[in-house]
């Protein structure tokens, strides 16, 4: 991984900020991104911690004049982009449908797919002039099947997929490839924040995973490596890394 670098929205904490980690130890300069600057700067000096030249951008993902400034910053700190780990996401209360608003809708979408549209089609243009790349786009469990009481989350990770098989099939034979992550519910400060008002549904959803627990960060960033590093003949599909609930 030395000499090479990764793009990872939604880097400053929870699968982000695992995968930035693993992608230091491996040698890689890293850029993140995320909307709250003081975590970004800590997740910064914890990445150089690992020997890593790493450069952190605030910004939002539903703003394409944010991802495209901190594209140009990762380009001008590195020369070359040749991994996207477009991680960045939001989780939806859960709540009765007649009780959800457009604000919730656009909410949603514009973070779930509008954000990872819009990083892909920055990403790249870039990974071309470096030769191709790998980029690892973050849907969920939820994008392979329904989720009572969440019809926006499960529908945008739905689209996540879509988006990734598609890419996937127009840029195969220019050196890039398109796939995707659907974590299980995973141990995560949104997902502790999500959880924290509701013991019960904290248990159901642990129980609904065979494993009988939720996931680590550190998991799915394993299969994020393997999707960008090793995964050669790999594209517009995902994995998987949810405890086995997907085979219930």
Known sequence: MKGKTIFITGGND???LATAQVFAQLGANVAIMGRRAESNQTAKVALES???SCIAVTGDVAV???IMRALEQTMAAFGRLDYAFNNAGIEQVPKPLPEQTEADYYKLFDVNVKGVWLCMKHE???MLRSGGGAIVNDSSASGLHGTKMMPLYSAAKHAVLGLTKSVALEYAKQGIRVN????GAVTTPGYEKFVARDAVLKAAIENVHPMGRV?????VASAVLYLCRDATF???SWILTDGGRMAQ
């Open 234 to 236: 790999t594209t517009g």
């Open 50 to 52: 690992l020997g890593a």
């Open 64 to 66: 394409e004049a944010d």
């Open 215 to 219: 996931g680590r960060a550190e998991e």
């Open 124 to 126: 790249i243009p870039l």
């Open 180 to 183: 995707a992550v659907c974590p």
């Open 14 to 16: 929870g699968i982000g």
